[in-house]
């Protein structure tokens, strides 16, 4: 069993950073594959980026790419996600998931556990 616990959203302006944090229970951190998605009101729940055991690979959606970055530290059974160039569309809960196996994806189907979510909320 693996729980999650993220932290570190907030409010924003457009244009600023914010950096999340998905703390994880459990003995085989390291060779869980990680990844964030977000919800918006009334949307579905949509992939956000993801990070391979190891960090051999990551993957990101193609309304990230360049903005976000996806990082872990094992040592920390911790995974990240610095958002830079944040816009208004980020608006969003924020979820931390887990997978039993190493491979990076972008379903929701693929991960077995999830964090309770963290709001983050950009200001025009």
């Known amino acids: 069993q693996v729980q999650l616990v993220e932290s570190g959203g907030g409010l924003v302006q457009a244009g600023g950073s914010l950096r999340l944090s998905c703390a994880a229970s459990?003995?085989?951190?390291?060779?869980?594959?990680m990844g964030w998605f977000r919800q918006a009101p009334g949307k579905e729940r949509q992939f956000v980026a993801s990070?391979?055991?190891?960090?051999?690979?990551?993957d990101y959606a193609d309304s990230v790419k360049g903005r976000f970055t996806i990082s872990r530290d094992d040592a920390k059974n911790t995974v990240y996600v610095q958002l830079n160039s944040l816009k208004p569309e980020d608006t969003a809960v924020y979820y931390c998931?887990?997978?039993?196996?190493?491979?990076?994806?972008?379903?929701?189907?693929?991960?077995?556990?999830w964090g309770q979510g963290t709001q983050v909320t950009v200001s025009s």
């Open positions: 998931a887990a997978r039993r196996t190493g491979a990076i994806n972008n379903s929701p189907l693929g991960y077995d556990y």
């Open positions: 459990g003995r085989t951190f390291s060779s869980n594959a």
């Open positions: 990070i391979s055991s190891r960090a051999a690979y990551r």
